[in-house]
């Protein structure tokens, strides 16, 4: 079956860099679209960002952008989520997400899989 597992969320301070990694099984991973999402106990789920199958395109919330990437390694099956210059605001579950997609945009939602998530806390 398919599986999405998230590494890489800790406590850290406000400023401070993080890097999530996220490693997929069963599936056939250079074929799907990734995303990354956050959670806050009471809000809805946010998309963060995104990337077609061939790293071409990438997509990101606007309150990310210029701080954080994401990229893949198809030959690892993974995505990261590089997180600089991180802010209170981004304390939150951080989850991947796979879907099967083409490579001319970057879907924001309606993904097939997902992982468990990985906390990321940011402290002021």
């Known amino acids: 079956q398919v599986q999405l597992v998230e590494s890489g969320g800790q406590l850290v301070q406000a400023g401070d860099s993080l890097k999530l990694s996220c490693t997929a099984s069963?599936?056939?991973?250079?074929?799907?679209?990734m995303g990354w999402f956050r959670q806050v106990p009471g809000n809805e789920r946010e998309f963060v960002a995104g990337?077609?199958?061939?790293?071409?395109?990438?997509e990101y919330v606007d309150s990310v952008k210029g701080r954080f990437t994401i990229s893949r390694d198809n030959a690892k099956n993974t995505v990261y989520l590089q997180m600089n210059s991180l802010d209170p605001e981004d304390t939150a579950v951080y989850c991947c997400?796979?879907?099967?997609?083409?490579?001319?945009?970057?879907?924001?939602?309606?993904?097939?899989?997902w992982g468990q998530g990985t906390q990321v806390t940011v402290s002021s």
């Open positions: 990337i077609t199958w061939n790293s071409i395109l990438t």
């Open positions: 997400a796979a879907k099967w997609w083409g490579s001319k945009s970057v879907p924001i939602n309606n993904y097939g899989y």
């Open positions: 069963g599936l056939t991973f250079s074929s799907f679209a």
